[in-house]
C-alpha cells in the first residue's frame, strides 16, 4: 500500500465501500468518515480486515455463483459500460465506483 500512487490507493477503497455497503453497521459508518486517502492508509487493516472477511464469508457459501455471492458483481454491469466507454481514461475500479454511485442514486430516486 505504501508504493501507491493515491489514485491507486482511492481506485482499491472503491472495492472497500462497496462492500461496506452491504455488509452495513460499524464497516459502513467507518467509510463514512473517511475523506482521504491518507484517512485509507490509518484505518487500512481494519478496512482490510473486513472487505476480507466478508468476501471470504459470501463465496464459502456460494462457491458456485449462482446466489448470493453475485452481491459481489454490485455496480460491475454499469461500471464496465463506463470502463468501456473511457478506454484508458479510468480504471476499472474508478468505473466500478461511478456505477455503485449511479445505481445508488436510481435507488434513492425509486426509495
Same mark, same amino acid.
Given at each position: 500500500?505504501?508504493? *501507491? /500512487?493515491?489514485?491507486? *490507493? @482511492?481506485?482499491?477503497?472503491?472495492?472497500i465501500v462497496k462492500c461496506a455497503a452491504?455488509?452495513?453497521?460499524?464497516f459502513w459508518q467507518l467509510t463514512g468518515?473517511? /475523506?482521504?486517502?491518507? +484517512?485509507?492508509?490509518?484505518? +487500512?487493516? @481494519?478496512? #482490510?480486515? &473486513?472487505? @476480507?472477511?466478508? /468476501?471470504?464469508? #459470501? @463465496? +464459502?457459501?456460494?462457491?458456485?455463483?449462482?446466489?448470493?455471492?453475485?452481491?459481489?458483481?454490485?455496480?460491475?454491469?454499469?461500471?464496465? +459500460? =463506463?470502463?468501456?466507454? &473511457?478506454? =484508458?481514461? *479510468?480504471?476499472?475500479?474508478? &468505473? =466500478?465506483? #461511478?456505477? *455503485?454511485?449511479?445505481?445508488?442514486?436510481?435507488?434513492?430516486? /425509486?426509495?
Open positions: 500500500l505504501l508504493t *501507491l /500512487k493515491s489514485r491507486c *490507493l @482511492v481506485e482499491g477503497y472503491g472495492e452491504l455488509v452495513g453497521g460499524d468518515q473517511i /475523506k482521504s486517502p491518507q +484517512a485509507i492508509m490509518r484505518n +487500512a487493516n @481494519v478496512l #482490510i480486515e &473486513a472487505s @476480507v472477511r466478508f /468476501k471470504a464469508q #459470501i @463465496v +464459502a457459501a456460494d462457491e458456485t455463483e449462482t446466489r448470493r455471492r453475485q452481491l459481489l458483481n454490485l455496480g460491475h454491469t454499469l461500471g464496465h +459500460a =463506463v470502463e468501456q466507454a &473511457a478506454g =484508458v481514461r *479510468l480504471f476499472h475500479g474508478e &468505473a =466500478v465506483a #461511478i456505477g *455503485l454511485y449511479q445505481l445508488s442514486r436510481l435507488f434513492e430516486q /425509486k426509495n
